[in-house]
């Protein structure tokens, strides 16, 4: 049973365009949610958090987006650049116990 | 370099046979934590280990897995008996506070 979801495997963005990488969750319980970003050969690099108190987010050219009530989290990168390519994993914590999606691959075409 | 490291980083090995997998953590982190990443899917939580608390150990697979931190250094995931089904990347990952984890590269299992 996924309590994290990424439903899109891929997204092909334009330099300069804003990416949007999208997860949904079902724990209510969830109390801290974090996005990772993945290089090939690589482990998760940490990028972002959000506690469950807040609805946004913001580091740069990254923002958190969420959506307690539709149990909905974004990652906004804008201006994405062809360095951003990689895979995106979103995580949500409860009790101490980290749950994950499947990722998402974010291309960014120059 | 101070981050997290593991080795091997890639092991091949044959069905029935045990493998171990270790871990180094980020000197003076206190939580170290297993996951496994299987072709295609996410991140997969096996274990978690806080300073010197018991070991939350609800997310192994089976009993033919274990894992043993001696304080708050070195990891060890074993799998014994090894099944192709095991055949995944394994990642390590240390943090000191709050939520914020540390990984390592991890190691590629193949069991052939």
């Known amino acids: 049973d996924q309590q994290v979801k990424q439903n899109s495997p891929s997204l092909s963005v334009q330099e300069g365009r804003i990416s949007i990488l999208n997860c949904d969750y079902t724990?209510?319980?969830?109390?801290?949610f974090l996005w990772y970003k993945k290089y090939p050969a690589e482990g998760p690099t940490f990028l972002i958090s959000i506690s469950s108190i807040k609805d946004k987010n913001e580091d740069g050219r990254f923002t958190v987006f969420l959506n307690k009530s539709a149990k909905h989290l974004s990652l906004h990168i804008v201006p994405s650049q062809p360095g951003d390519s990689a895979v995106y994993f979103c995580?949500?914590?409860?009790?101490?116990?980290?749950?994950f999606g499947s990722g998402t691959k974010l291309n960014v075409k120059p | 370099g101070a981050g997290v490291s593991q080795s091997p980083s890639n092991k091949v090995t044959e069905k029935g046979k045990d493998v171990e997998l270790r871990c180094d953590p980020i000197s003076g982190h206190t939580a170290l934590y297993w996951y496994r990443q299987r072709l295609g899917q996410g991140l997969e939580f096996l274990i978690y280990?806080?300073?010197?608390?018991?070991?939350?150990k609800s997310g192994l697979p089976s009993d033919r897995f274990s894992a043993e931190r001696t304080g708050e250094s070195v990891s060890t995931l074993t799998i014994q008996r090894t099944q192709q089904e095991d055949s995944a990347v394994y990642l390590c990952a240390s943090s000191l506070r709050g939520y914020e984890q540390y990984f390592g590269p991890g190691t590629r299992l193949t069991v052939t």
């Open positions: 724990n209510s319980m969830f109390d801290y």
């Open positions: 995580a949500a914590i409860s009790f101490n116990k980290f749950y």
């Open positions: 280990f806080q300073g010197n608390s018991a070991p939350d």
